[in-house]
């Protein structure tokens, strides 16, 4: 892991929290069918991959171990042979393991559901940002993700090689539509949203038309989105923005459109399918019984 990924891994809190949520949902009062092994009988196992794609979530994996070997009053050793943002290939190994049947058993649904839909998050993010490489455009997620899995999916956009956007509605300003409705005017709003926040911080605008980006440059907005636009306005847009801004380019973004979007000159190009529409990586945890 490069040390940029590890101070962008959440902290350790928001890592234990959603999986101590996690495995109650699971073993909620106890794991009835692990009771049916031998209380002492071990385990050695590991966790491999079936298919191509991208590794997030090892630490989600560690903190799974911890916890259920904690109800146990043991420790389950885990040996990792990847890291997070490595690219791996049917069959690979990515962690071996040994430790008690029970806590082992109680964990293995947990971790791999965690671990498969971060790495399924990478892997996608992973061919979206490929596909823009050539361009100066930045792959950037949304707000857009599964609940409550919001800095873990973020976190799995950076292994990917995307960047992040605005972590919630607390940390930057995005006016969008349904403000613009409330009666203030475009250039009222966006010099109340600038005013209003300390300087760097994300203070975006939204616009539809060409019109619209205009009074947004002019009012000063310094990261504009255009949502929506066609290819041909897009172009238009960015040959009108020069330096003034920053544009980003939002809807109908999918891996077969982000290259020629990203060829028009837009700086920025907003998914919200790299978190929401999410498949989770095929992950297998197999076990020998020792």
Same mark, same amino acid.
């Given at each position: 892991m490069s040390e940029d990924l590890k101070r962008s891994l959440p902290k350790n809190k928001v890592i234990k929290s959603l999986v101590k949520s996690c495995l109650k949902e699971d073993i909620g009062s106890g794991?009835?069918?692990?009771?049916?092994?031998?209380? %002492?009988?071990?385990?050695?196992g590991?966790?491999?991959?079936? #298919?191509?794609?991208?590794?997030? $979530?090892?630490?989600?994996?560690? #903190?799974?171990?911890r916890q259920v070997g904690k109800r146990h009053d043991t420790k389950i050793n885990i040996n990792w042979k990847v890291r997070d943002g490595d690219v791996v290939t049917p069959d690979q190994t990515l962690c071996r393991f040994e430790g008690y049947a029970h806590p082992?058993?109680?964990?293995?649904?947990?971790?791999?559901?965690?671990?498969?839909?971060?790495? $399924?998050?990478a892997t996608v993010t992973r061919q979206y940002a490929d596909a823009i490489a050539h361009t100066k455009a930045k792959l950037l997620d949304t707000r857009k993700t599964l609940p409550c899995l919001r800095e873990a999916q973020k976190y799995a956009v950076l292994c990917g090689g995307g960047v992040n956007h605005r972590m919630g509605l607390y940390d930057g300003?995005?006016?969008? %539509?349904n403000h613009l409705r409330s009666g203030k005017s475009l250039e009222r709003i966006v010099a109340d949203a600038i005013a209003s926040m300390p300087e760097g911080t994300l203070v975006e605008l939204e616009v539809e038309t060409i019109e619209e980006l205009e009074r947004g440059l002019n009012a000063g907005a310094k990261r504009i989105m255009l949502d929506d636009f066609s290819l041909e306005d897009m172009r238009e847009a960015v040959e009108l923005t020069g330096d003034q801004a920053d544009l980003e380019a939002s809807g109908n973004v999918n891996i077969k459109t982000i290259a020629t979007i990203a060829e028009t000159g837009v700086d920025y190009i907003s998914s919200g399918a790299i978190t929401k529409h999410v498949r989770a990586l095929d992950l297998s945890m197999l076990f020998d019984y020792i």
């Open positions: 794991d009835v069918t692990a009771r049916l092994t031998p209380a %002492e009988q071990k385990i050695d590991k966790i491999i991959s079936r #298919e191509d794609g991208v590794i997030c $979530g090892t630490a989600w994996v560690d #903190e799974v171990m082992v058993l109680s964990g293995e649904r947990t971790a791999l559901n965690i671990m498969q839909t971060l790495s $399924g998050t300003i995005i006016i969008k %539509e």
